[in-house]
């Protein structure tokens, strides 16, 4: 274990996402931040910028993105409802140009493009946040270079925020929050008592789920559900992988989510 800091972090963890809209009326000025949304926002916006995006935009309702889209018509649209690619509602709007599978966001697809998505739950959560000191879209995909950032920061408060599934907490997103808890506690960074009950719970789901994580993610709601439709199951395997990206996604002053 590693030599902690003068003054280790303290962490608080949100798995609901019916906290969302009084989180969002926190003052998180002195917050930094980290929102999961595995299955699949946060999994698909690292893996776009990443693969030479320029930025992602994270917003709530499909009609600020087509708002956006009117203003600046070279933006690319993302997004998904119930899981589902967006489709036009009317005759004077074309359909979004990706859904919220990370398969989708090759570099030849989004190399240089600025996204604007919108998500179920991804996109609010990372919206309920966004006037906080830091804040980072995180997935397995990046987790140790997510840590590694918490690391080089050291935050004086750090709040976890999983995404979730409707209203309610989801398996895949407490896993990689507990995972995040794990790996900071290892370095040092924290102690044991330093979150809340909610971070213990989830760093306890993540080391009762050791050695065979992958089975349990697997049978996470978002994953059951996305292992029943044919065109979108082989999502499931990629947001699993841990540590495949080294960079983060740091949301800048002007909304966008970009890659450091």
């Known amino acids: ?11 608080e963890t949100v798995l609901c996402p019916a906290e969302l809209p009084a989180l969002a009326e926190r003052d998180l ?9 595995i299955l699949r926002a946060t999994s698909t916006f690292v893996t776009a910028l990443h693969h030479g995006a320029d930025a992602v935009f994270p917003v709530c309702e499909i009609t600020e993105a087509l708002a956006l889209r009117r203003q600046r018509p070279e933006l690319r649209l993302a997004g998904e409802r119930a899981g589902v690619k967006i489709r036009a509602s009317s005759p004077t709007e074309r359909d979004f140009d990706f859904g919220n599978s990370p398969r989708e966001f090759t570099p030849e697809n989004v ?12 996109t609010r ?10 804040v980072l879209a995180a997935a397995f995909l990046n987790l140790s270079a997510t840590a590694n950032y918490l690391v080089r920061t050291a935050p004086g408060h750090l709040l976890l925020v999983g995404a979730g ?6 398996l895949e997103d407490t896993l990689a929050a507990g995972a995040l808890v794990d790996i900071l506690l290892t370095r040092g960074v924290v102690a044991a008592n330093d979150g809340d009950d909610a971070t213990q719970m989830a760093r306890a789901v993540f080391l009762q789920a050791q050695p065979d994580w992958p089975a ?17 199951c082989a999502d499931v395997a990629v947001c699993a992988q841990r540590d495949v990206f080294a960079g983060v996604a740091v949301m800048e002053a002007d909304g966008g989510l970009r890659w450091k």
């Not at 274990?1 to 962490?11: D, L, N, R, S």
């Not at 190399?111 to 991804?122: A, F, M």
């Open 1 to 11: 274990m590693g030599t902690p800091y003068a003054g280790a972090m303290k962490i």
């Open 29 to 37: 000025r002195r917050t930094s931040c980290v929102v999961f949304d």
């Open 111 to 122: 190399r240089g493009q600025t996204i604007v998505s919108t998500t179920t739950n991804g």
């Open 125 to 134: 959560a990372l919206r309920a946040v966004a006037g906080a000191q830091t």
């Open 165 to 170: 599934t409707g209203e309610d907490a989801a």
């Open 216 to 232: 349990l993610f697997n049978q996470s709601r978002n994953a059951r559900r996305l292992l029943a439709m044919p065109e979108l």
